[in-house]
């Protein structure tokens, strides 16, 4: 059983920085990807971003940033902890949500990789707080 833990949200002020974290647990991703979605009260989940790699066959990291995010976010992973970041600059209060990683072994096309249904495992979840 995959298991999914995030860390590193908190408050910050607009303009600010704040790095979270997905590390994954239970469950080998030779290849697949992991994503970030966010949500607030009242609103559908929103695809953050997304970034898949391989070890099978061509070998590949690559990243996809909702255009909400795509300048001010960024996305790594270190495949030795089984971990993905997304690193957050410039927020802002309309960043306030609550975080969730989600992952699949799949290899989604990048319609795919945004929409939340696709994944088979969720985190549960870390609010980030962001004032003006």
């Known amino acids: 059983q995959v298991h999914l833990v995030e860390s590193g949200g908190g408050w910050a002020q607009a303009g600010g920085s704040l790095r979270l974290s997905c590390a994954a647990s239970?469950?080998?991703?030779?290849?697949?990807?992991m994503g970030w979605f966010r949500q607030t009260p009242g609103k559908e989940r929103e695809f953050v971003g997304v970034?898949?790699?391989?070890?099978?066959?061509?070998?590949?990291?690559?990243?996809i940033l909702a255009d909400a995010v795509l300048d001010r976010f960024t996305m790594s992973r270190d495949s030795a902890k089984n971990t993905v970041n997304l690193q957050m600059h410039g927020l802002q209060p309309e960043d306030t949500a609550v975080y969730y990683c989600?992952?699949?072994?799949?290899?989604?096309?990048?319609?795919?990789?945004?929409?939340?249904?696709?994944?088979?495992?969720w985190g549960q979840g870390t609010q980030v707080t962001v004032s003006s």
């Open positions: 989600a992952a699949t072994n799949s290899r989604l096309p990048v319609s795919g990789a945004r929409l939340g249904r696709n994944y088979d495992h």
């Open positions: 970034l898949g790699w391989s070890r099978g066959g061509p070998s590949y990291t690559t990243a």
């Open positions: 239970g469950g080998a991703f030779s290849s697949g990807m």
